[in-house]
């Protein structure tokens, strides 16, 4: 066993059905012989992943429409195939994953998987809003074969070992960082295998990202503690990719954050509606020192903000 953690045997179908409904979301399981039902299977966790190692005896289980559709669960899964065969369906697609293989699919919508006698996997459960930024390249995704043994998927799933290995005395803060790492590689290796061409495609990812970070410092300018930090630990990036994304737009994450504050600010000044005094719009923004405020304000519009306000309202 890969995992530490300790592992559980089945060795009849019903126990074993509930076991897989506890370890993963609500599925169908059908035995594909008459013979011996024998299942191991451990789990754990890295960061926001969740991982079961299985041995299994061959099997069938599906996701019906019913099923997908009377969950509040959203899960992407993704299989590691260390031993024996696995064959997954989704979409009207279907892939077969052999030794050093992986695929991914979504338990939001209908899916089948197929489990040769003895397999051994593995079986990553990623919340959907993780994988979010990599949402263009989903769709074509799932139900499809990619090899574990090179590049990104060969960093995530060696990382991912790595971590099972060592998961019993690493800190909260180093799984999530692992996690974040597998994560990335993961979307990495469907960017790569994409057929848009390896950089295009990250552009594509990056300006999501960005979007997606900006929007969120937009929704928040009110809270004076807004960071480069925070923002990185939110949206499980490091700080250096978070401000690669920036400098992509000749900004830092601070100078954008400020920026945006100021912008708004200027725009409830010049607002003749609004009553408010200078400060109370400046805290409102989420500067919390008037001063501090006024001086940023002049240096980026060359005017005071009562000078601006003036001069719009006249």
């Known amino acids: 066993m890969l995992l530490r953690t300790s592992p559980r045997r089945f060795e009849s179908h019903s126990p074993w059905r509930e076991g897989v409904c506890e370890y993963f979301v609500e599925l169908e399981v059908n035995a594909s012989n008459s013979g011996p039902f024998i299942n191991v299977a451990a789990t754990d966790t890295i960061g926001c992943l969740q991982v079961t190692e299985l041995f299994t ?5 599906r996701r019906t429409r019913l099923l997908a559709d009377r969950s509040d669960q959203s899960v992407f899964k993704a299989t590691l195939q260390l031993s024996g ?3 997954v369906v989704q979409d009207q697609r279907s892939a077969v994953l052999n ?5 991914l699919y979504d338990t939001a919508r209908p899916y089948e998987v197929t489990v040769d006698q003895d397999a051994h996997f593995l079986v990553l459960q990623i919340p959907a809003p993780q994988m979010t930024v990599w949402q263009p390249y989903l769709a074509q995704a799932v139900a499809r074969s990619f090899s574990a043994s090179h590049g990104s998927a060969r960093v995530a799933m060696d990382t991912l070992r790595l ?4 998961n019993p005395g ?3 803060a180093a799984t ?3 996690a974040k790492i597998i994560l990335q590689m993961i979307g990495l290796n469907l960017c790569e295998q994409s057929g848009n061409g390896g950089m295009s495609a990250m552009d594509e990812v990056r300006q999501a990202q960005f979007r997606k970070i900006s929007q969120y410092i937009a929704e928040n300018l009110h809270d004076p503690e807004l960071s480069a930090t925070g923002l990185a630990t939110r949206f499980r990036v490091s700080r250096r990719y978070l401000h690669k994304l920036f400098a992509d737009h000749e900004l830092t994450p601070a100078d954008y954050i400020l920026r945006t504050r100021l912008e708004r600010c200027r725009s409830f000044l010049a607002d003749r509606t609004v009553v408010k005094q200078v400060s109370e719009i400046a805290y409102q923004h989420g500067f919390s020192d008037s001063t501090v405020f006024s001086h940023a304000f002049r240096r980026r519009y060359g005017v005071s903000p009562t000078e601006w306000r003036r001069q719009q309202t006249q």
Request: aromatic share 4%.
């Open 57 to 61: 005896s061959a099997q069938r289980v």
């Open 85 to 87: 065969r696995s064959e």
């Open 99 to 103: 030794p050093g293989e992986w695929g």
């Open 163 to 166: 971590a099972l290995a060592e």
């Open 170 to 172: 690493l800190s909260n």
């Open 176 to 178: 999530r960082d692992i």
